[in-house]
Nanobody, 114 residues
Framework: VQLQASGGGLVQAGGSLKLSCGSSRTIVSFNTLGWYRQAPGKQRELVAAITGDGSTYYAGSVKGRFTISRDNAKNAIYLQMNNLKPEDTAVYYC?????????WGQGTLVTVSS
């Protein structure tokens, strides 16, 4: 399985970005799809996740600002990020998980300037 993340870039605080992640395998085969991020010197953390039935989870730090979505027809997941803050600066990774398997995209860098 290959996951290809894109959409990162440099944005000013208060701005928006939309990340995309395409899957080489149909995403309905995964139990959970998610976005993680890793800032310099910090551990990778879960930002948002979405299950097959559409249930979502958000980290407290992004709740109300980020929205995760999925398009089963395009085998893609998205992360709409609004009101970005400098502390959102990190490499963002998409993840696809099923029983016994865990797949990662290559990461896309998001830099938020103050």
């Amino acid at each position: 399985v290959q996951l290809q993340a894109s959409g990162g870039g440099l944005v000013q605080a208060g701005g928006s970005l939309k990340l995309s992640c395409g899957s080489s395998r149909t995403i309905v085969s995964f139990n959970t799809l998610g976005w993680y991020r890793q800032a310099p010197g910090k551990q990778r953390e879960l930002v948002a996740a979405i299950t097959g039935d559409g249930s979502t989870y958000y980290a407290g730090s992004v709740k109300g600002r980020f929205t995760i979505s999925r398009d089963n027809a395009k085998n893609a997941i998205y992360l709409q990020m609004n009101n970005l803050k400098p502390e959102d600066t990190a490499v963002y990774y998409c993840n696809a998980r099923t029983v016994g398997s865990d797949f990662w995209g290559q990461g896309t860098l998001v830099t938020v300037s103050s």
